[in-house]
């Protein structure tokens, strides 16, 4: 393409870089890519590859907008917008490739990342309509908080493709881990 934007917003929840999410795609702007992590995920990049995310951040959005370079200007700004919008605190556009590069790293390393952070997770694959990407992320939240077993979430959300990792340690009972797997799961479906 003959212009690239990589944006990396960061929003106090999850529930927030959702709404982001569904604006972007309801205004009829298309991203080469849409990416969000969780606090967890987060958490766990930083310790892998130090990818320098928004600190305090509950969520990040990477948001990779190209094509013609008007196109890709008047994008950045409209996304930028809706992320301030729906609460995002912090938003930088990266300057050249190498920030481009350790913004993506970030992003790249979540799932291996994850393992400093568990000693083991199941993960599962859940698909929902993007506008719904709000409210499944504020149930998983809530189911995470009701069972005490932490979830991490990594996903596509440009096309609304789920991975939350259910974290598995010394103290987590399995089966109520793979209960709240199937519960998350569930929920996609429903």
Not at 74 to 92: H, P
Request: glycine letters at 8%; one cysteine or more.
């Amino acid at each position: 393409p003959a212009a690239v934007t990589t944006l990396l917003a960061g929003f106090g929840t999850t529930g927030e870089g959702g709404a982001a999410v569904s604006a972007i795609i309801a205004a009829g702007i298309m991203p080469a890519a849409i990416e969000m992590m969780d606090a967890l995920s987060i958490e766990a990049a930083e310790a892998a590859v130090h990818c320098n995310y928004p600190a305090g951040a509950g969520a990040v959005l990477v948001v990779e907008l190209d094509g013609p370079q008007a196109d890709v200007e008047a994008e950045t700004a409209a996304v930028r917008q809706m992320c301030t919008r729906a609460g995002a605190f912090e938003i930088r556009a990266a300057a050249d490739p190498a920030e481009r590069a350790v913004i993506w790293a970030g992003r790249k390393s979540a799932f291996a990342a994850v393992g400093r952070i568990s000693t083991a997770y199941i993960v599962q694959d859940g698909v929902v309509p993007r506008t719904a990407l709000q409210a499944v992320l504020d149930r998983i939240a809530q189911m995470s908080a009701e069972t005490g077993i932490r979830v991490a979430n990594v996903f596509h959300a440009g096309d609304g493709n789920l991975h939350p990792l259910v974290l598995l340690d010394a103290e987590t009972d399995p089966e109520a881990a793979e209960e709240l797997s199937g519960a998350i799961l569930d929920l996609c479906i429903e």
